[in-house]
């Protein structure tokens, strides 16, 4: 499939920020199968309530899609790198599929996706147990619920008798969106028990020190997980690889903990799918430390730091745990010099490895390390320091080890 990517400049979003969302949302796209061919950016203040884009941004679109360009290449999909409302959705798709009639019209139809529908769809393609697809499914239910169209008249395909069947008067989108509130009240339940059964899970591991990792998607996370746990955790160079929360057990030194390995967070994430994975997110509540993950050779991993704290602490509310930062992937690091002559303001992208530990990195003090997993470099550094952290959490909750600790080291 084909795609062209949509994207706003705002008083609250500038185009650097713009740019870097769209090689996201294409980085998005990819992960679903689904290529970019062309991107659309318009400055506004804020997006228009019922087209997103301005009604000539949005006849500029239609027009390169209706063009000589997309003979040979059709355009399959928009993406807007938002999440749209109902009434957008509808006049978007009113408008951009305008003058595509003919003999196979459904079949010339350009679907119209935003941020959130193809974060849902690449959750639907990668759940791999029962519980993250009954996660998913309700997530994206509740999504598509106030979104039905005419597209969902399939759903009459699921209707039996008795308690399905349509009362009279009862018009076929009230009969679509009682079936999809069924729908999600039976997810619901589902939910509810797993719940149930995970928080007996997470008691029976008994008292054991448990450490999570967290980060922003495609940090490297399970592959860090594969290294100190020496496992075979599914990893790869795709958004949201993983999806379950995994959990090993692990000995430095002769000192059990338990590691997760949880999912990625990103920017915008969809609040239907924070809920529907909250036991997955309780592993982070529930942990006595956090290892947050970072991609340092990412151009913009400071905002992608900000984002995994801020909703580590929407998660946490109130309570605080002990965290270490790992700035992952040193090996793809690079940065562009200044030439000596060139006067402008120094940026990020100036400023060496080590010109950025000395900056906001420097007040972290100990609780910082630079590794990379793929390079295996500093991963004895960090193996230490996480046996230091373990064993003090360790020796608070059971002082009477204090002892065992002090002659396993002095020998």
Known sequence: MNAILIGLITQKQTEEQTREYLDELAFLADTDDISPMKRFVQRLEMPDTNTYVGGGKLGEIREFILSKDCTDTPVDVAIFDDELSPRQLRNIEKELNKDRGGKHSELNQVLIMDRTILILEIFLKRAQTSYAKTQVEMAHLQYMLPRLTRLWSHLDRQRGGGATSRGMGETQMEADKRIINNRIALLREQLKKIDRQMTTQRQNRGKMVRVALVGYTNVGKSTLMNLLAKTEVFAEN????????????????????????????????PHHLVESFKSTLDEVREADLLLHIVDISHPNFEEQYEVVNQTIADLLKDKQLPCIVVFNKTDAFSYTPKEEDDLTQTRRENLSLDDLKKTWMARLSGECLFISAKDKTNIEELRQTLYEKVKAIHIERYPYNDFLFQHYDNN
Do not use: C, E, H, M
């Open 238 to 269: 795709k958004l949201f690889a993983t999806l379950d929360t995994t959990v090993r057990k692990v000995t430095i030194d002769n000192l059990p903990f338990l590691l997760s390995d949880t999912v990625g967070f990103i920017r915008k994430l």
